[in-house]
């Protein structure tokens, strides 16, 4: 019993927030932990990310594909909304609002394009409207969550300066 206790006392309860990488590094993001709501269980808020494309495609949809090409992620058009749309921080950097990951790629529908589909296009409709050549080549994570980037804008940019 006494080496049980000695091992629970060990333990702690209290988690710290990790450290923010200066590049991304793949679909494994960092999360900060909020402070829980009362009665509530704490939850994890991913942190923002900026990217670079390779053209301006700051007002088209973005899917993700993998390795192979297939597409393993794409909105609803019920998902796309005035917030999804990138803000741009300058430098070619651009605040990510959409989901985009490194293997996100730009199609030709515009954002007002693909809202008004009365319905989800099929991955194989998404894959032929990819638009050549049109990806990221570049993301970073941010030191502020998802939720909060957008009220730091000045912050990120000079952030993204020191880069």
């Given at each position: ?7 629970c ?19 494994t ?21 900026a990217?670079?494309?390779?053209g ?24 796309i909304?005035?917030?999804?749309r990138p ?10 609002r ?28 998404l ?31 000079d952030y993204?300066?020191?880069?």
């Amino acid at each position: 019993m006494l080496p049980l206790a000695a091992v629970c006392m060990g333990c702690s309860h209290k988690a710290t927030a990790p450290a923010v990488s200066e590049s991304y590094d793949g679909p494994t993001a960092e999360y900060v932990r909020p402070a829980p709501i009362r009665g509530s269980k704490p939850a994890m808020i991913p942190k923002a990310t900026a990217f670079r494309m390779s053209g301006d495609y700051a007002g088209n949809v973005a899917i993700t594909l993998n390795a192979q090409g297939d597409v393993t992620y794409f909105p609803a058009p019920s998902d796309i909304s005035g917030n999804s749309r990138p803000i741009d921080l300058g430098g070619g950097w651009w605040l990510n609002r959409q989901g985009i990951g490194p293997n996100s790629v730009f199609t030709k529908y515009t954002f007002e394009e693909y809202r008004a589909l009365n319905e989800v296009p099929s991955a194989a409709t998404l894959k032929e409207a990819v638009i050549p050549e049109a990806k990221v080549i570049e993301m970073v994570k941010l030191p502020y969550s998802i939720n909060d980037a957008a009220s730091h804008i000045k912050e990120i940019k000079d952030y993204l300066d020191k880069k």
